[in-house]
């Protein structure tokens, strides 16, 4: 149906906005499998250590995998998101290959 079609398509924006916000600020790391998975999820590749970092500065939260729901993210919090990825990853800089 086509709400179905709608929220597909809006998790697919998100996923590209996401890479396109990470790939801009210049995130150590590459960001093309955000574009290239499928779902609601998404794993980041970040590391354990990222995760509770994104947890306990910017009150980000997900699984110790860096696994994120794509359908938590939306325009009003999509730039906090990246950047917050990106100074992590930056403080942090031991990210897991993809």
Same mark, same amino acid.
């Given at each position: 149906t086509?709400?179905?079609?709608?929220?597909?398509?809006? @998790? @697919?924006?998100?996923?590209?906005?996401? *890479?396109?916000?990470? #790939?801009? !600020?210049?995130?150590?790391?590459?960001?093309?499998?955000? $574009?290239?998975?499928?779902?609601?999820?998404?794993? #980041?590749? !970040?590391?354990?250590?990222?995760?509770?970092h994104?947890? $306990?500065? *910017?009150? @980000?939260?997900?699984?110790?995998?860096?696994?994120?729901?794509?359908?938590? !993210?939306?325009?009003?919090? @999509?730039? *906090?998101?990246?950047?917050a990825?990106n100074?992590?990853? $930056? !403080?942090?800089?031991?990210?897991?290959?993809?």
């Open positions: 086509g709400h179905i079609r709608e929220m597909a398509n809006r @998790i @697919i924006e998100m996923r590209e906005g996401l *890479y396109n916000r990470l #790939t801009s !600020l210049k995130t150590p790391g590459s960001w093309e499998h955000i $574009k290239k998975q499928i779902g609601m999820f998404s794993y #980041t590749g !970040l590391t354990e250590k990222q995760v509770e994104l947890r $306990k500065q *910017y009150h @980000i939260y997900m699984p110790r995998s860096g696994r994120i729901n794509m359908c938590g !993210l939306n325009e009003s919090n @999509i730039d *906090y998101v990246a950047n990825f100074e992590t990853i $930056k !403080l942090i800089p031991d990210i897991e290959s993809h």
